[in-house]
Antibody, heavy 122, light 106 residues
Framework: QVQLQESGPGLVKPSETLSLTCSVSGDSIRNDYWSWIRQPPGKRLEWIGYIYSSWRTNYNSSLKSRVTISADTPKNQFSLKLTSVTVADTAIYYC????????????????WGQGTLVTVSS | DIQLTQSPSFLSASVGDRVTITCRASQDIRTFLAWYQQKPGKAPKLLIYAASTLQSGVPSRFSGSGSGTEFTLTISSLQPEDFGTYYCQHLNLYTWTFGHGTKVES
């Protein structure tokens, strides 16, 4: 059974960097697409980006200048860094696995972490 | 970027009802669409991918259809555990976009 667990500070000050880690069990992060998605309170889901093949990344164009996703393959973890945060970055942050389907042309998110609330406030 | 528009935003239904939710894409996305169910305080759950393929373990009362720019999620007979918010997602290789959600409530 694949399991994902987010960890990191629940409170970040404006202009600082948000850092989260997703620990994965039951699958190797060398496989599949490993993603970050966030959801501001009461709002829709927003895809942040993903990492695959341990180092290749793709980011949401609206966040690209502030986002870095990286992997620690020995620990089977991947991480999110979001710089220069504002109150608009307050959200529940989820990590999720995108599994290859559609002959490898699509990667629906079949396993998710429980999510972690990050509040941006001074 | 491709935009996804779901309708309706809110849907009032009763147990046993047939429920249909629509997702419209701003461009042709072939069948690169997934549907998720989210309950309060929980992570989303994958229901359908490739527009019409049921994820393993999902009850057969859920079905998806469509291609190009118009897609539907149908629940053939709404069950008490089906109340929640449903999202569509574009599954293009390079950009993933979610719809704004449809809340199904009693």
């Amino acid at each position: 059974q694949v399991q994902l667990q987010e960890s990191g500070p629940g409170l970040v000050k404006p202009s600082e960097t948000l850092s989260l880690t997703c620990s994965v069990s039951g699958d190797s992060i060398r496989n599949d697409y490993w993603s970050w998605i966030r959801q501001p309170p009461g709002k829709r889901l927003e895809w942040i980006g993903y990492i695959y093949s341990s180092w290749r990344t793709n980011y949401n164009s609206s966040l690209k200048s502030r986002v870095t996703i990286s992997a620690d393959t020995p620990k089977n973890q991947f991480s999110l860094k979001l710089t220069s945060v504002t109150v608009a970055d307050t959200a529940i942050y989820y990590c999720a696995r995108g599994t290859p389907r559609c002959g490898g042309d699509c990667h629906p998110l079949d396993y998710w972490g429980q999510g972690t609330l990050v509040t941006v406030s001074s | 970027d491709i935009q996804l528009t779901q309708s309706p935003s809110f849907l009032s239904a009763s147990v046993g009802d047939r429920v249909t939710i629509t997702c419209r894409a701003s461009q042709d996305i072939r069948t690169f669409l997934a549907w998720y169910q989210q309950k309060p305080g929980k992570a989303p759950k994958l229901l359908i991918y490739a527009a019409s393929t049921l994820q393993s373990g999902v009850p057969s009362r859920f079905s998806g259809s469509g291609s190009g720019t118009e897609f539907t999620l149908t629940i053939s007979s709404l069950q008490p555990e089906d109340f929640g918010t449903y999202y569509c997602q574009h599954l293009n290789l390079y950009t993933w976009t979610f719809g704004h959600g449809t809340k199904v409530e009693s």
